[in-house]
């Protein structure tokens, strides 16, 4: 069973995906903690009205983020998932929950990612690129922006008609699929890494 905190800098779609997940018996885990830096995150207000403990996070990655395992520690939280979350994650906090933090990034990494490439930045980069496929990728996190180790990637094609708009809908339908069974994964204890590759394990 996994103890998640989820750090959401907006909206909190899949964040909300997430508490679906374990009201309907799919994700073995509890959530402990919703964290955002924007105090007026409709991710924090949603938390806030199911009961789910909120802070609001004012740090400065430069400042090495101290607070953010005390309250970690404080909540019981054990696994960090990141939902729209747009802050670097301090490095010391990285270390502490190696192989314990996944990111949602809504392309197919490594394509399409790094500072700047969020939300609709993403699918306006994706239709630039003339690309024919797009799609969702769930990873593991590290000390640099949608980077890490792959657990969880799915397509979905890129129509003539599309606009960044249209696009970000079909891949959002899929990161809620998909976020909430990659952590599944974790509280199964069926993720390894090795190589910098993650297997799963039957
Ligand atoms: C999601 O599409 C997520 O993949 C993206 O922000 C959106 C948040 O939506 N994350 C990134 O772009 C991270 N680089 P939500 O608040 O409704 O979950």
């Not at 906090?93 to 192989?99: D, E, I, K, M």
């Not at 933090?101 to 994706?126: C, D, E, K, Q, W």
């Not at 129509?159 to 970000?168: I, K, R, S, V």
Request: net charge negative; glycine share 8%; proline share 4%.
């Amino acid at each position: 069973m996994l103890h998640i905190a989820v750090f959401a800098s907006g909206r909190g779609s899949n964040l909300q995906a997430i508490h679906s997940a374990i009201a309907s018996g799919h994700l073995d885990a509890d959530l402990r903690l919703v964290l955002s830096n924007h105090t007026d995150a409709a991710a924090l207000s949603w938390a806030a009205a199911q009961g789910i403990p909120t802070v609001h996070l004012r740090y400065d990655a430069k400042d090495g983020g101290g607070d953010i395992l005390e309250l970690l520690h404080d909540h019981g939280a054990d696994f960090i998932a990141l939902a729209g979350y747009l802050k670097l994650i301090p490095a010391h906090v990285v270390r502490a929950f190696r192989h314990r933090i996944v990111n949602i990034h809504p392309a197919l990494l490594p394509s399409f990612g790094g500072p700047g490439m969020y939300g609709r930045h993403v699918h306006t980069a994706v239709l630039a690129a003339g690309v024919k496929v797009s799609g969702a990728t769930v990873h593991l996190v590290d000390e640099e922006y949608d980077r890490g180790p792959i657990v969880r990637q799915e397509c979905v094609p890129v129509e003539e008609g599309d606009t960044a708009e249209t696009l970000a809908a079909r891949v959002l339908e899929v990161e809620h699929r998909i976020f909430p069974e990659a952590l599944q994964l974790f509280a199964q204890d069926r993720v390894k890494v090795a190589d910098g590759r993650v297997f799963i394990s039957q």
